[in-house]
């Protein structure tokens, strides 16, 4: 296996990305029945070949597919594992709507999810490590309803070996980083404990790098349990969001950070300085070896002009702290699977 | 022993429901348009729902939230940002406050809710049919506030405020209409209220059963609190959540109590055996002269067609109770 060696402060995105335009209107068409199964395939294939070329423009190092095939991260899981069933949406706020999945049978492992998405992604993209992104198994539970299982626990439980079976299929297709989203673990105070487990338990055996997202969530109930992610490498978390403020709770932190640098639900474009200032404050806590550089969160709440944008002067603000890091003598670090 | 069922909160909003908002929105539906389907939606929502139900209330189609737009109607206060409702996948516009609280003159978002009501009472699928005006609690609305002013250093001054301001002639104004004020209290719970007494809170409060009624749900509530409330108000209690209420009955029933058994899960979409839920009520209905029968909160996190099989639930829960 070769082992990778990246620039420092590696620069990814946490997953999605603006649909095209053309897209969103080829998928609308297609649920029209206006167009064919295999015409609206052909547009996610271009929509994912071009978005990848754009985060690859931007600069960035490690990219991922925009999620351009997945309309929501749990329904798109919901819709593939069997023994959910729709009864239709639920308005999360204002009159905005979220089709939750319900729970009515013991849940199945239905065969590969995401490795049609992986193998297209690896095809087009020039970068030597790509991110693949899965929802975790505590999130599709806390945003379902549970119709069948004794207890949320059990049901997290059944989530967890489904997406260890999903984990395994995209190692064996040669995937080397893959990010767990779980923004709901903090939802609960009192399910985190179990939480952590089971997420261990989900990324348990994986020859892969595994990444785990968390955002807009209550990071005090999340830090004291970092060491205890046995599994995990690195945590991809949202600080632009929070003006930078919570950075000295990262002292001692023991795994890798992928440091949220770029508010992804503000569309004013943050300048480089401003990112280069913020890896500065991080540095103060993490190791440079030990961070890598992406926005808070998925982007696909902004416009695609604003997305792109975004990204280049995320890369540029790295590029200034890059130089710095040069004149001590550091200019790479390798991908390591496990921290 | 007499038995009532109640919608609580509000009920989910259907497509053509939710369309004509974002067409409303995007400047594409006039007022009076909207209007039109706010009415022919929502008649066509609770008219299915009536014939189960001895208590409405409108429905909320026309609020974003339990604190929105209703916060518009007192001065003093402006639309804040999203945050979580308790630990639900729902969002609020939380409550800015920037000055001394205050029930506006001509409260125009109340006006307007009441003035559906009044419209869908005409048809005859709500003959006979009371109606209950769900608004924030005095706790709810402190506990989500964020302060801006020197007018309130402490938050037990805001809920004073909130009770004597607005709250009080809300349920005078609210009853000159013939309405049932619901007020939606879950914080009303011994880890959420901290440093506010809920019972100085509750003693300037007006009203009676007939014309408050207080719903606490989610996390468990003081005893004392609903032994107290439970001898002035209406009280709901969520024995979806805390099913153990039912152990100790004589530790929290007031005098004369009418109680709202939220016995109904609005937040799983399991349908609830109707037989064995009648069964758990038996001790309660044999302690009580008034009884009503509902969802623990509001229907608003179940998808639509489960939320009409849920009320069609409570119609055979109370058939069976009564029997
Ligand atoms: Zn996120």
Redesign the interface.
Same mark, same amino acid.
């Given at each position: 296996m070769v082992d990778y060696v990246l620039p420092s402060l590696p620069t990814s995105v946490i997953g999605s990305y603006p649909r095209p335009t053309w897209l969103r209107r080829m998928i609308k068409y297609y649920r029209m029945g206006r167009i064919t199964e295999d015409a609206v395939q052909e547009a996610y294939d271009d929509a994912v070949t071009t978005i990848v070329r754009e985060q690859e423009l931007a600069g960035v190092d490690i990219p991922a597919d925009g999620e351009q095939r997945r309309d929501e991260m749990v329904e798109y899981f919901a819709h593939q594992i069997k023994g959910f069933k729709f /009864? +239709?949406? *639920?308005? *999360?706020? +204002?009159?905005n /709507? %979220?089709n939750?999945p #319900?729970v009515v049978a013991k849940l199945e492992y239905p065969g590969p999810m995401t490795v049609e998405e992986y193998l297209f992604l690896r095809q087009v993209s020039t970068r030597p490590i790509v991110k693949v992104t899965i929802t975790g198994p505590y999130t599709i539970a806390?945003?379902s %309803?549970?119709?069948y299982y004794p207890s949320k626990e059990d049901l997290v439980k059944e989530l967890s070996n489904i997406i260890n079976q999903e984990l395994h299929a995209l190692v064996d297709h040669g995937a080397q980083f893959i990010q767990i989203d779980e923004p #709901?673990l903090t939802?609960?105070p009192d399910e985190v404990e179990w939480a952590v487990d089971l997420i261990n338990r989900t990324a348990k055996g994986i020859d892969a790098k595994i990444g785990l997202h968390v955002c807009y969530s209550n990071y005090d109930l999340l830090f004291p349990y970092i060491d205890e992610f046995s599994e995990i490498s690195q945590f991809a978390l949202e600080f632009a969001n929070r003006g930078f403020s919570d950075l000295h709770k990262l002292k001692g932190f023991s795994k890798e950070l992928g440091f949220g640098v770029i508010d992804v639900h503000n569309r004013r474009v943050e300048s480089p300085e401003e990112v280069a200032r913020a890896i500065r404050k991080a540095m103060k806590y993490i190791e440079p070896e030990m961070l890598y550089i992406n926005p808070d969160c998925g982007l696909k709440l902004q416009p695609r002009s604003v997305a792109r944008r975004k990204l280049e002067n995320m890369v540029r603000g790295v590029l200034m702290v890059r130089e710095e890091l040069v004149k001590r003598g550091i200019r790479s670090i390798p991908f390591r699977k496990r921290v | 022993m007499q038995a009532f069922t109640s919608l609580t909160g509000g009920f989910?909003?259907t497509?053509s429901y939710?369309d004509a908002?974002?067409r409303r929105?995007k400047g594409k539906l006039g007022v009076d348009e909207f209007w039109d389907t706010v009415v022919r939606e929502t008649k066509r929502s609770l008219a299915r729902t009536a014939r189960y139900l001895d208590y409405l209330t409108d429905g909320m189609y026309l609020c974003?939230?339990i604190f929105n737009p209703f916060i518009k109607d007192i001065e003093g206060v402006k639309r804040g940002w999203?945050v979580?409702f308790y630990?639900n996948?729902?969002?609020?516009?939380n409550p800015i406050v920037r000055g001394k609280i205050r029930l506006r003159p001509s409260p125009s978002t109340v006006d307007e809710r009441i003035r559906l009501i009044k419209v869908l009472s005409k048809d005859n699928a709500f003959k006979g049919k009371s109606f209950r005006l769900p608004v924030p609690g005095p706790l709810t609305f402190t506990d989500f506030s964020v302060v801006e002013t020197i007018d309130y250093s402490d938050n037990a001054q805001l809920a004073a405020d909130y009770v004597k301001n607005v709250l009080n002639p809300l349920i005078d104004y609210v009853r000159g209409k013939g309405l049932v004020i619901e007020i939606h209290e879950p914080s009303l719970s011994t880890t959420l209220t901290g440093n506010v007494d809920w019972q100085e809170v509750y003693s300037n409060l007006v009203g009676d059963k007939e014309s408050v009624h207080i719903i606490q749900y989610f996390n468990q509530p003081p005893l004392d609190a609903l032994r107290t409330l439970s001898s002035r108000f209406t009280i709901g209690v969520d024995l979806v959540e805390n099913p153990g209420l039912l152990d100790n009955l004589d530790e929290w029933l007031g005098e004369k109590p009418v109680i709202q058994a939220g016995v109904v899960d609005a937040?799983? &979409?399991?349908l609830e055996d109707p037989g064995e839920t009648a069964r758990r009520l038996k001790r309660l209905s044999d302690k009580v002269d008034v009884i009503i029968i509902s969802s623990n909160t509001t229907l608003?996190?179940?998808?639509? &067609?489960?939320a009409h099989r849920k009320t069609r639930l409570l119609a055979r829960i109370k058939n069976k109770l009564v029997r």
């Open positions: /009864y +239709g949406p *639920v308005r *999360v706020w +204002g009159n /709507y %979220f939750k #319900a806390d945003w %309803f549970n119709e #709901a939802t609960h | 989910p909003r497509r939710a908002v974002r929105e974003d939230d999203l979580r630990d996948n729902f969002f609020v516009r937040r799983n &979409t399991r608003e996190f179940l998808p639509e &067609t489960v």
